[in-house]
């Protein structure tokens, strides 16, 4: 900001560029919508396209209620007796190998050494959103089901990334009738489970792991706590 106080020309469409670009960084998304509006059209900057795109499929998630919608008849599933629990995960091994991936393996061993038949579907547009294009719908993973969503359809946000994962394990609902739904942070996939499970009248496990606003100030730095994204992350958890 203070450099773009000292801007000679602040109208410019140069210098409005920047701050739509700034405001969206820095998590004000009511701000950056507001100066987006204010140099419509933009249709040929390819950055303020993404960044309008972004902002309309985070707009539903501004409600904390909001679930996405599944279409097709809502009925209920007979649980299959052998135990099954379906997870729903942002991403996994082998693709990703990271604290989070690697915590979510030793769930799925616990849950098998316990006599639970365990069940994996990650997120739409895994593992493609992480680079790694041609992923099969289906594999073993140390000898656990991994169901792949969508998994070329690359990367998507908000409330697109929710209706599609959520018609995507509604369908392996159906195929495998668990006995409970079980995901992990953040509220993203919680809103997904939640919508997939009172249609089919099973329970939701929600696996607390971290707070995503925490995350974003902390890499934020001072203010971060003040921040549009921070305070609805939180109200949305």
Same mark, same amino acid.
């Given at each position: 900001?203070?450099?773009?106080?000292?801007?000679?020309? &602040?109208?410019?469409?140069?210098?409005?560029?920047?701050?739509?670009?700034?405001?969206?960084?820095?998590?004000?998304?009511?701000?950056?919508?507001?100066?987006?509006?204010?140099?419509?059209? $933009?249709?040929?900057?390819?950055?303020?396209? %993404?960044?309008?795109? %972004?902002?309309?499929?985070? +707009?539903?998630? !501004?409600?904390? +209620?909001?679930?996405?919608?599944?279409?097709?008849?809502?009925? &209920?599933?007979? &649980?299959?007796?052998?135990?099954?629990?379906?997870?729903?995960?942002?991403?996994?091994? &082998?693709?990703?190998?990271?604290?989070?991936?690697?915590?979510?393996?030793?769930?799925?061993?616990?849950?098998?050494?316990?006599?639970?038949?365990?069940?994996?579907?990650? !997120?739409?547009?895994?593992?493609?959103?992480?680079?790694?294009?041609?992923?099969?719908?289906?594999?073993?993973?140390?000898?656990?089901?991994?169901?792949?969503?969508?998994?070329?359809?690359?990367?998507?946000? =908000?409330?697109?990334?929710?209706?599609?994962?959520?018609?995507?394990?509604?369908?392996?609902?159906?195929?495998?009738?668990?006995?409970?739904?079980?995901?992990?942070?953040?509220?993203?996939?919680? !809103?997904?489970?939640?919508?997939?499970?009172? !249609?089919?009248?099973?329970?939701?496990? $929600?696996?607390?792991?971290?707070?995503?606003?925490?995350?974003?100030?902390?890499?934020? =730095?001072?203010?971060?706590?003040?921040?549009?994204? $921070?305070?609805?992350?939180?109200?949305?958890?």
């Amino acid at each position: 900001e203070a450099i773009m106080s000292r801007v000679a020309y &602040p109208q410019a469409l140069g210098a409005r560029r920047a701050r739509v670009i700034m405001a969206h960084t820095r998590g004000e998304e009511s701000e950056a919508l507001r100066r987006l509006n204010e140099i419509a059209p $933009y249709e040929r900057d390819t950055a303020l396209v %993404r960044i309008a795109e %972004r902002l309309a499929n985070l +707009a539903p998630l !501004r409600d904390p +209620a909001w679930l996405p919608t599944i279409e097709g008849e809502a009925e &209920p599933v007979l &649980p299959d007796e052998r135990g099954r629990v379906l997870h729903l995960l942002t991403n996994s091994l &082998p693709a990703t190998q990271s604290g989070y991936t690697l915590r979510s393996a030793s769930v799925m061993a616990a849950f098998a050494a316990i006599g639970f038949e365990p069940h994996v579907a990650t !997120r739409a547009g895994y593992p493609s959103n992480a680079m790694k294009l041609g992923a099969p719908e289906q594999e073993e993973v140390d000898g656990i089901d991994y169901r792949r969503i969508e998994p070329d359809a690359g990367l998507l946000v =908000g409330a697109e990334i929710a209706r599609r994962t959520a018609e995507g394990l509604d369908r392996l609902v159906t195929e495998l009738a668990p006995v409970a739904l079980h995901t992990t942070t953040n509220h993203l996939n919680s !809103r997904i489970a939640h919508a997939v499970a009172r !249609r089919r009248g099973i329970p939701v496990v $929600y696996e607390v792991r971290g707070f995503i606003e925490e995350t974003f100030a902390s890499r934020f =730095g001072p203010g971060g706590e003040q921040t549009e994204r $921070y305070r609805r992350e939180r109200d949305a958890e």
